[in-house]
């Protein structure tokens, strides 16, 4: 508790409550993402699932995006992407 809290008027000290809730669950949260990295540096296999993991979140975002090519002819790749200008003024 702060000192002085009782002199407080109502919605501040329940705004200071929340504030302190809410520091004690980031700190919850930072432990568990640090065991989980803990858990990751000793098992390979989580590395492996983790990799594989992101390379299909990249895969999906760039095709929806367009940022990645599904593979075709030398000469498709080739052919430079087009770039619309739009002129500011």
């Known amino acids: 508790m702060v000192e002085g809290e ?3 008027p109502e ?5 200071l409550e929340h504030l302190q809730a809410a520091a004690h669950e980031m700190i919850a949260a930072a432990r568990s993402l640090l065991d ?3 858990e990751m ?5 989580a590395n492996e699932a ?3 993991i992101a390379g299909s979140v990249s895969r999906v975002v760039g095709g ?3 940022l990645v090519s599904h593979g075709g002819t ?5 052919e430079a992407p087009r770039v619309q ?3 500011i003024s």
């Open 6 to 8: 009782q002199d407080r």
């Open 41 to 45: 540096l000793e098992d390979p296999r």
């Open 85 to 87: 200008r739009i002129k």
């Open 74 to 78: 030398q000469d498709e790749d080739a």
């Open 36 to 38: 989980a990295c803990e």
């Open 11 to 15: 919605p501040a000290r329940e705004g």
């Open 50 to 52: 983790l990799a594989t």
């Open 64 to 66: 929806i995006t367009g």
